[in-house]
């Protein structure tokens, strides 16, 4: 057994029928950005979206972000991170011919079994408010709407610019 295909079993988190859920890496990065172009609605950011800006944050958190693969097809993908108290989702995604069989889900549970193992015990998430399909998701996932607290950001690079797919 080559040492690459080692490296990707050990790296298997879940085998869900066909779909492979695994830990993200950057070679998986032209892939995922390719399905993050296909996405309705979806929001990419020119710098911290970048393969530079993708890979500083697998970097940082080398264990924590998944992607789901079918037939050697990357069909969904979840960023995620967390900065030693809190864990956070970012670009949660599948592929619109692959939705409603429990993927998404499936990426969030091994995300989160990743940050517990980091000692992380709260993770949260940002849906945009015309995200209707994300938050229906979220909160059949039994996610909790926070109408508690109030969401600010803070632009520190201007040349970080989100655009959105039509």
């Known amino acids: 057994m080559s040492q690459e295909r080692n490296y990707r079993e050990e790296q298997t988190l879940f085998m869900a029928d066909e779909c492979e859920i695994r830990v993200m890496t950057i070679d998986d990065y032209d892939e995922v950005f390719k399905l993050w172009q296909s996405i309705h609605g979806f929001g990419i ?3 911290d979206d970048s ?3 993708v890979e500083r944050f697998l970097k940082r958190n080398p264990t924590t972000s998944v992607v ?3 037939n050697k097809q990357i069909v969904g993908a979840i960023l995620c991170g967390h900065d030693g108290r809190r864990g956070c989702f970012y670009h949660v995604c599948v592929k619109e011919g692959f939705r409603k ?5 499936t990426m969030a549970v091994a995300c989160m079994m990743a940050l517990q193992k ?5 993770v949260n998430l940002i849906a945009f408010k015309t995200n209707t ?3 229906h998701f979220w909160q059949g996932a039994g996610w909790t709407f926070r109408k508690d607290l109030n ?3 803070f632009t520190l690079n201007e040349d970080n610019i989100t655009r959105f797919n039509k």
């Open 45 to 47: 950011r020119s710098i």
């Open 101 to 105: 069989r429990g993927i998404g889900k």
């Open 133 to 135: 399909l994300g938050n």
């Open 51 to 53: 393969r530079e800006g």
């Open 118 to 122: 980091e000692h992380i015990n709260k």
């Open 68 to 70: 789901a693969v079918v």
């Open 151 to 153: 969401y600010y950001d």
